[in-house]
């Protein structure tokens, strides 16, 4: 069965840091594609960050990151992650984490995790 489970979310102040940690389980972890996504009140799903499969790390941002976030992957340890630095307030929203194998169309989803920034 395949699961990806979020967790590093959180309340932070402006211009705080989280890290954000998705675990992955259930397909071949190294042959998908995983990004974040995130989602605010009101608004549309958007993308944040992805990064490639084995042989293609190939990194993708938001423009609206503007250098603040990183996602990296541990392969070994099918764990995605993403890196947020300098936060703001409408950094505010909930994050997914989301696996697709190119080849297929296929993909998964988590749950999400709550991020607020706030003073």
């Known amino acids: 069965q395949v699961q990806l489970v979020e967790s590093g979310g959180g309340l932070v102040q402006p211009g705080g840091s989280l890290r954000l940690s998705c675990a992955a389980s259930?397909?071949?972890?190294?042959?998908?594609?995983m990004s974040w996504y995130r989602q605010a009140p009101g608004l549309e799903r958007e993308l944040v960050a992805a990064?490639?499969?084995?042989?293609?790390?190939?990194?993708k941002y938001g423009d609206f990151v503007e250098g603040r976030f990183t996602i990296s992957r541990d392969n070994e340890k099918n764990m995605v992650y993403l890196q947020m630095n300098n936060l703001k307030p409408e950094d505010t929203a909930v994050y997914f984490c989301?696996?697709?194998?190119?080849?297929?169309?296929?993909?998964?989803w988590g749950k999400g995790t709550l991020v607020t920034v706030s003073s």
């Open positions: 259930g397909f071949t972890f190294s042959r998908y594609t």
């Open positions: 990064i490639g499969s084995v042989g293609r790390i190939i990194r």
């Open positions: 989301k696996a697709k194998f190119a080849y297929t169309g296929s993909e998964h």
